[in-house]
């Protein structure tokens, strides 16, 4: 077999693929736990790479030492067994490093957490998988007459595998699958290399201790969760672009796309309020004077699963709702455990991209801006360029409304950049904190007089639950006067200051457990949890 360079192609291609794989692998891994932002796939990429260097020159070293490929294919095994117990181990590493790291860890803790997270679960098998080039290349080259030809070959075959390995677990093995199976998958697969060439060398032992530990984990994948606890969970599941939780208790069901934090979206099964953002929101249609419109038009950009849809159409009469959602899986989960209204009209789109190609020349009478991707609004939906592209797409006298998580009351937030942005775009803005909550909702029109249209609608409210919200959130809007902080397509660093605001509450969390557990030691802390 090694002397029939086919199955060392074969190796490298595989390999090759398996790499690409662990890695997007390790994306959804975290991503319920520490978001799938920039800075994680950079902590990830980076992770990964320093892996792989140290990778290519031990495996250089040792190929230089020896010529036995048994100890390359060994170490492929042992990448098998490892990358298949990724799954299992991966929540309890988790859990064991944010723990640790609370105690000692005052700033940057989720970058920290990730970065350890990263390297304790992924270095050590693609260290492994980074001995192979350097390997094979020992194995290939037989002459100095045909080694740039052979280099050729192995790389191409490398990127190739590469390219099949990064394609193949988004579009397929995760959506189809899950991350859990994923990693089973691609760990058979360097089984297979691996346990192939000891069984042709007629030494089983390696390839079937590796194979047994590969299934044993396999199995255990089985009951592979994200979730710290299972109370209430009734649907947990991925898409391309989520992780996907839904609970459900007697008063409520609630989806969420992060273990740790976060409700996306909630049905209250009584038909009430709901005591966060989306209550506030529905000033929005007051302030647009849908009541005395007759028809009116709401876009929203970032539906869920449809509590800003259900509300309006509940509460105002004659409204026609389009929403706008690019995962399709949450559009699905909408219609069985959120019951969406059937006559919302759904596009599964990017929201940007919705305004400009699907109807780029519709107006709205009210467009509602909540699409998040983990814990930041998309940068292109936090422009100078997409507010303007709102803005061009309501009616006369239409409005804007904006849910801005995490407040922070540092200088040159992302919630400050944002109000200046809009600000900078719309004549009139108004800011209101909701209580309990790090969201700020904003509301902006053209019309300077959308307080005064919102006030006299209030007064008209037959809802006396509805009234006595809005009386709420009208005493509490502030003016936004706009400042210097634009955010341009070509500058919108949204992932780094909503970082640095996520950063600012977990360490005011992690201080006020700090101090619990320094006035009653360790059984004060669990007594703080119960």
Same mark, same amino acid.
């Given at each position: 077999m090694i002397r029939q360079n086919w199955f060392l192609y074969v190796t490298e291609f595989f390999s090759g693929m398996s790499v690409m794989a662990v890695e997007l692998g390790a994306s959804r891994l975290l991503a319920p736990y520490f978001s799938s932002s920039q800075i994680v796939w950079t902590i990830i990429i980076g992770t990964i790479m320093i892996a792989m260097a140290i990778g290519n020159v031990w495996g250089g070293r040792m190929a230089d030492k020896s010529s036995n490929p048994d100890k390359l294919y060994a170490r492929i095994l042992v990448a098998a067994v490892w990358t298949a117990a990724i799954p299992l181990a991966g929540k309890y590493v988790i859990i064991g490093v944010s723990a640790l790291l609370a105690f000692f860890v005052g700033t940057n803790f989720l970058i920290w957490a990730s970065f350890l997270s990263c390297l304790i679960l992924f270095v050590f098998p693609l260290l492994l998988l980074g001995t192979v080039t350097p390997s094979l290349t020992k194995f290939t080259v037989d002459n100095l007459d045909n080694t740039g030809k052979t280099v050729g070959v192995l790389g191409a075959l490398n990127t190739i595998g590469s390219i099949i390995g990064t394609f193949l677990p988004t579009f397929v093995t995760i959506p189809a699958f899950g991350t859990a199976v994923t990693f089973f998958i691609f760990s058979g697969i360097l089984l297979f290399i691996g346990g192939g060439y000891f069984l042709v060398r007629g030494r089983y032992r390696r390839g079937i201790i590796a194979a047994v530990l590969v299934i044993l984990f396999g199995l255990s994948n089985v009951w592979f969760s994200f979730a710290l606890s299972k109370d209430d969970v009734i649907y947990e599941g991925e898409s391309i672009y989520n992780y996907l939780q839904v609970k459900d208790n007697k008063t409520s069901t609630v989806l969420s796309t992060n273990v740790l934090f976060g409700v996306q979206s909630i049905l209250m099964k009584d038909d009430s309020l709901t005591g966060m953002y989306y209550d506030y929101a529905l000033a929005a249609p007051l302030m647009a004077d849908v009541e005395n419109k007759g028809n009116c038009s709401l876009l929203i950009l970032g539906l869920g699963s449809g509590t800003y849809a259900t509300q309006c159409t509940r509460y105002f009469d004659g409204i026609d709702v389009t929403g706008v959602e690019i995962d399709k899986k949450i559009v699905s989960l909408a219609? &069985? !455990? *959120?019951? @969406?209204?059937?006559?919302?009209?759904?596009?599964? *789109? #990017?929201?940007?991209? $919705? @305004?400009?190609? +699907? =109807?780029?020349?519709?107006? !709205? #009478?009210?467009? /509602?801006? #909540?699409? !998040? +991707? #983990?814990? &930041?609004?998309? *940068? +292109? %939906?936090? &422009?100078?360029? *997409? $507010? &303007? /592209?709102?803005?061009?797409?309501?009616?006369?006298?239409?409005? %804007?409304?904006?849910? %801005?998580? %995490?407040?922070?009351?540092? =200088?040159?937030?992302i919630n400050e950049c944002l109000c200046d942005t809009i600000a900078s775009v719309f004549g009139t803005a108004y800011t209101v904190r909701v209580p309990g909550s790090t969201n700020v909702e904003l509301f902006a029109s053209g019309n300077p007089e959308m307080l005064a249209v919102c006030a006299k609608n209030v007064r008209q409210l037959d809802n006396n639950e509805l009234a006595q919200m809005m009386r709420t959130v009208m005493s509490g809007l502030t003016p936004v006067d706009g400042g210097s902080c634009i955010l341009t397509d070509d500058k919108a660093p949204v992932e780094l200051l909503g970082m640095s605001a996520l950063d600012e509450m977990i360490g005011d969390e992690l201080n006020y457990y700090r101090s619990v557990v320094k006035k009653g030691g360790v059984s004060g802390l669990l007594n703080e949890l119960q």
């Open positions: 219609r &069985t !455990y *959120f019951r @969406l209204p059937k006559d919302t009209k759904v596009s599964v *789109f #990017d929201g940007r991209a $919705f @305004l400009s190609v +699907q =109807e780029p020349d519709k107006k !709205y #009478d009210i467009i /509602m801006v #909540d699409a !998040y +991707q #983990d814990i &930041t609004i998309p *940068f +292109q %939906m936090s &422009t100078v360029e *997409f $507010f &303007t /592209m709102v803005k061009e797409h309501l009616n006369e006298g239409g409005v %804007m409304v904006v849910n %801005m998580n %995490m407040h922070s009351d540092k =200088e040159n937030s």
